[in-house]
T-cell receptor
Framework: GAVVSQHPSWVICKSGTSVKIECRSL??????MFWYRQFPKQSLMLMATSNEGSKATYEQGVEKDKFLINHASLTLSTLTVTSAHPEDSSFYIC???????????FGSGTQLSVL | QKEVEQDPGPLSVPEGAIVSLNCTYS??????FMWYRQYSRKGPELLMY????GNKEDGRFTAQVDKSSKYISLFIRDSQPSDSATYLCAMSPLNAGKSTFGDGTTLTVKP
């Protein structure tokens, strides 16, 4: 299957700082990438849909000024958590969809802990 | 009512058992059906992908889709302790719409 690389796998930061998470499709081009948040023992919660070259589409209740998404190329999308607070601590996962057959492949996730 | 309902579990079976994981859906627009396996604190891994009614087999895994009943299943034969994980069903419409996920079923296979 296709490979999606997500970095970092975990990050600890102080309250008020910003954190950037990268999501790369290594062996395919992805015009669409997705960002999710997942709390322990819960399913994936879609945060936003990221389309290459255009603004991201955010799900209801997700603050676009807090969670900045950039999809500047066909293989890279970034999520920046701005002015992070302890309530932003969570597991963040990205996915990328193949153009050819619309399969969805996931990154390995990033555990964010805000102190 | 959710668009996708997944049998909640948790499910605990002895090694070697046949496991059945199930999801129902209400949106007739769904055309792509996927099953993912997720280990704790890891991203989901695509196990099965299909877009037609019927069965699709891959090793010990069989995905079954019944579009007329809006029901999909994943069967795991000869289950192994390494199959212990959370399984997520997912569906998406034609024309690159976003996928909708079930809430997941946690499976434990006991040696």
């Amino acid at each position: 299957g296709a490979v999606v690389s997500q970095h970092p796998s975990w990050v600890i930061c102080k309250s008020g700082t910003s954190v950037k998470i990268e999501c790369r499709s290594l062996d395919f081009q992805a015009t669409t990438m997705f960002w999710y948040r997942q709390f322990p023992k819960q399913s994936l919660m879609l945060m936003a849909t990221s389309n290459e070259g255009s603004k991201a589409t955010y799900e209801q209740g997700v603050e676009k000024d807090k969670f900045l998404i950039n999809h500047a190329s066909l293989t890279l999308s970034t999520l920046t958590v701005t002015s992070a607070h302890p309530e932003d601590s969570s597991f963040y996962i990205c996915s990328a969809r193949t153009v050819k057959d619309e399969k969805l492949f996931f990154g390995s996730g990033t555990q964010l802990s805000v102190l | 009512q959710k668009e996708v309902e997944q049998d909640p579990g948790p499910l605990s079976v002895p090694e070697g058992a046949i496991v059945s994981l199930n999801c129902t859906y209400s949106n007739s627009a769904f055309q792509y059906f996927m099953w993912y396996r997720q280990y704790s604190r890891k991203g989901p891994e695509l196990l099965m992908y299909t877009y037609s009614s019927g069965n699709k087999e891959d090793g010990r895994f069989t995905a079954q889709v019944d579009k007329s009943s809006k029901y999909i299943s994943l069967f795991i034969r000869d289950s192994q302790p390494s199959d212990s994980a959370t399984y997520l069903c997912a569906m998406s419409p034609l024309n690159a719409g976003k996928s909708t996920f079930g809430d997941g079923t946690t499976l434990t296979v006991k040696p």
